[in-house]
């Protein structure tokens, strides 16, 4: 009896097993990482659009705490799907985007600074963080936008 055929199948399946555990791993680093927007207009237009502020995240290549911050905090599965469903996400360089840094007052790294679609500063968080801490600042910046969604949506309101 010829075995090549059946050696051939387990080759294959083997290789379709290998294949899909790769997926499912990549598929789960996805999920447990930002979603970054290309650029700080593209987050602005897409707030706009969703009604979530602004999370922008300064970093520098030189910058090891900026590195910690993504790796330890912003990277971990329960704080990545938080960000993911409340903000929108820019992640800018220093040395790059030293305008934006500029304006926005940024004097050390790392910084995440989250803003409204209207430009209002909702949260300034200096340094490292560790996740839960990071998160309940995050959260305290989302009460601050509820709120000031709300005065705007009162102050819109036809009164009698």
Excluded at 29 to 40: D, M, N, P
Excluded at 68 to 91: D, P, S
């Amino acid at each position: 009896m010829d075995r090549r055929p059946l050696s051939i199948v387990c080759v294959a399946l083997c290789i379709c097993f290998a294949f899909t555990a790769q997926t499912t791993a990549a598929e789960k680093a996805a999920k447990s990482r930002v979603k970054w927007q290309a650029t700080l207009q593209a987050a602005h237009k897409q707030s706009v659009k969703t009604g979530k502020p602004i999370l922008l995240v300064f970093g520098a290549e030189w910058c090891h705490f900026c590195h910690k911050l993504e790796r330890e905090t912003l990277n971990q599965r329960e704080t990545a799907k938080f960000i993911n469903a409340n903000f929108v996400t820019v992640k800018l360089d220093l040395d790059k985007d030293e305008k934006v840094a500029k304006i926005l007052e940024v004097k050390s790294l790392p910084a995440s600074i989250v803003v409204n679609s209207d430009a209002e500063l909702l949260a300034n968080i200096v340094g490292y963080k560790k996740s839960a801490d990071y998160t309940k600042n995050l959260r305290q910046a989302l009460r601050i936008h509820q709120e000031l969604r709300q005065v705007a949506a009162e102050s819109a309101s036809p009164k009698n």
